[in-house]
């Protein structure tokens, strides 16, 4: 049974830093692309990151580039998300998804096969 656990949300001002851990079982990890969602009430859900099965290429959205850090540990079966500068307009449940056969990060939440639970993070002003 494949399932993603992530952890490290919680609430935070406006500027600080919040690291998400996404950790996969069930699953060979290194074979995978690792993306990072996130979903805001009343709004669909969104593409945040995206990282190649070794890690050495890495996507972001415009809203969160030089902001944000998507990175992975294969050995740990686990990809992170390193928040910094956070806003307001971060406020949000935060997905991570494996994509088990595209060979390039998709943005497209269809082209992902497996979902954890989220986990909340919320911005204060």
């Known amino acids: 049974q494949v399932q993603l656990v992530e952890s490290g949300g919680g609430l935070v001002q406006a500027g600080g830093s919040l690291r998400l851990s996404c950790t996969v079982s069930g699953r060979t990890f290194s074979r995978d692309l690792m993306g990072w969602f996130r979903q805001a009430p009343g709004k669909e859900r969104e593409f945040v990151a995206g990282?190649?099965?070794?890690?050495?290429?890495?996507y972001y959205a415009d809203s969160v580039k030089g902001r944000f850090t998507i990175s992975r540990d294969n050995g740990k079966n686990t990809v992170y998300l390193q928040m910094n500068f956070l806003k307001p307009e971060d406020t949000a449940v935060y997905y991570c998804?494996?994509?088990?056969?595209?060979?390039?990060?998709?943005?497209?939440?269809?082209?992902?096969?497996?979902w954890g639970q989220g986990t909340q993070v919320t911005v204060s002003s």
């Open positions: 990282i190649s099965r070794s890690g050495s290429s890495t």
């Open positions: 998804a494996a994509d088990t056969s595209f060979n390039l990060v998709s943005t497209r939440t269809r082209d992902y096969d497996y």
